[in-house]
């Protein structure tokens, strides 16, 4: 398989260029040069086979010879290593519950998968020392430092704006130490993610180390994100018409992931594109006109993205063509005022709590259905709801449980270098 890039003044490059750089050369984003056709016996075996089976299957075609089979057998296995309940939660809704990874985010998986494939190649001894370099509005900074804790060959450096994650997703940044760095900057979202993109572009560190990305433009966190659809439909009532996903969306690496594997035979229905506040895509779906803004904040705040780097990847597999893409893929808006009612409305009557980002997305299947009756469909959680204590907890009445792998990180002792909004601090940093 060869990637070539969405702005198309790059050459072609294998899985391995494609995972090592993050990003070509002229900027672009990777994309697969053909969609592999899932085969007819792994569709009909689908629903017996072993998660580490299917995520094995999916990802061979796009990883190609660039890692052999017995490797990738071991870094697919360890990828989903964890549950993925499909929960039926209410008449015509289920729950996909990406949860119950080590940092309790669907994250986990890309960054897992992610880690593994480029310490293989760090281990080749054919790259550089490598410094993944991230910038996260929460789940990602998490994910990214627990799938890379360890990890010989590869130094992380994350930045996270100061007091805009929550104190969960903190202590994942901040607690694990070894070659895992948190810069606390300063600022917004949008100022960590300039920053890191002035970072990739800067030549003079380019010559002193080796920079690459683990935000969802990496193939290789990416592409793994198809699995757990597979899973959602291994789980899935075989007499039931295909389910309409709901996927909260933020950068649109998630929702990308699902359509690709739809498009490579993965019988589902239609997707859902649930967004908060920040709506650039379902404005694009309604109008025809794309406007990236400036991120404003909202509960669901990972998804707090205004010009999400993932939906030039949709249009490519939608050939540009809005029609098409109109026909498979819908976009809501839900303000956090509506996030909040469905937590409470669904914890009421389901005993089933929602965190906001699965709220979003409930809220938007809700609407759906009450426009298609007889749409039966589920909803992807992203995340645990221990992790929005502040959005939760009053609806509650009481404090969410604390999952095991949360509990440990309590007590340890956290660890951020302050930084400005200053490019000139960042480069010091990475200099040194
Ligand atoms: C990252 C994240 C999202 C958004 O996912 P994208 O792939 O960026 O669209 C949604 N919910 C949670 C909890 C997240 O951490």
């Not at 221990?386 to 340890?412: C, D, S, T």
Request: charged share 15%; with cysteine.
């Amino acid at each position: 398989m060869k990637y070539y890039s969405l702005r198309h003044q790059s050459p072609l490059v294998d899985f391995r260029t494609a995972t090592v750089t993050g990003q070509a050369p002229d900027g672009g984003l990777y994309f697969p040069e053909t969609i592999p056709r899932f085969q007819p016996g792994f569709l009909r075996e689908l629903r017996h086979l072993s998660k580490a089976t299917v995520a094995l299957n999916v990802m061979r075609p796009y990883v190609g010879t660039t890692i052999p089979e017995s490797e990738l057998q071991r870094i697919c296995a360890e990828a989903v290593d964890f549950a993925f309940p499909l929960v039926p939660m209410a008449a015509g809704i289920s729950v996909l519950e990406l949860f119950h990874g080590p940092t309790l985010a669907f994250k986990d998986v890309g960054a897992r998968f992610m880690s593994r494939c480029l310490s293989y190649f760090a281990r080749q001894g054919d790259t550089p020392p490598v410094t993944v370099l991230v910038a996260t509005s929460g789940d990602t900074g998490g994910a990214v430092a627990s799938g890379f804790l360890g990890v010989p060959g590869v130094e992380v450096v994350i930045l996270y704006p100061s007091g805009k994650v929550s104190p969960v997703q903190e202590q994942q940044l901040t607690t694990l130490g070894q070659n895992i760095t948190a810069l606390e900057v300063n600022g917004t979202f949008d100022d960590c993610q300039a920053l890191v993109k002035q970072a990739f572009q800067d030549r003079e560190i380019a010559r002193h180390r080796f920079l690459t990305s683990a935000n969802s433009i990496n193939v290789a966190r990416w592409l793994p994100q198809q699995v757990y659809y597979c899973f959602a439909w291994q789980q899935w009532p075989a007499e039931a018409p295909a389910p309409v996903v709901a996927v909260p969306s933020g950068n649109f690496g998630n929702l990308c992931a699902g359509l690709l594997a739809q498009a490579s035979g993965l019988p589902l229905g239609h997707f859902i594109a649930a967004c908060n506040a920040n709506d650039p895509v379902p404005v694009y779906l309604r109008t025809g006109s794309y406007a990236p803004r400036p991120a404003v904040p909202t509960f669901s705040n990972a998804m707090d993205v205004g010009n999400p780097s993932n939906f030039v990847r949709i249009l490519e597999l939608f050939e540009n063509d809005l029609g098409k893409l109109r026909a498979a893929l819908s976009a809501d808006t839900v303000t956090d005022a509506e996030t909040v009612a469905a937590i409470r409305e669904v914890w009421a009557r389901e005993g089933y709590l929602l965190e906001p980002h699965a709220a979003v997305a409930h809220t938007a299947l809700r609407r759906y259905q009450a426009r298609h009756a007889a749409a039966e469909g589920l909803i992807l959680a992203t995340a645990h709801p221990v992790k929005f204590p502040e959005v939760v907890e009053p609806i509650l009445g009481h404090a969410v449980p604390m999952p095991e792998a949360v509990a440990q990180l309590q007590n340890r002792l956290k660890r951020s270098v302050p930084l400005a909004v200053d490019y000139e601090q960042l480069k010091a940093y990475l200099m040194k």
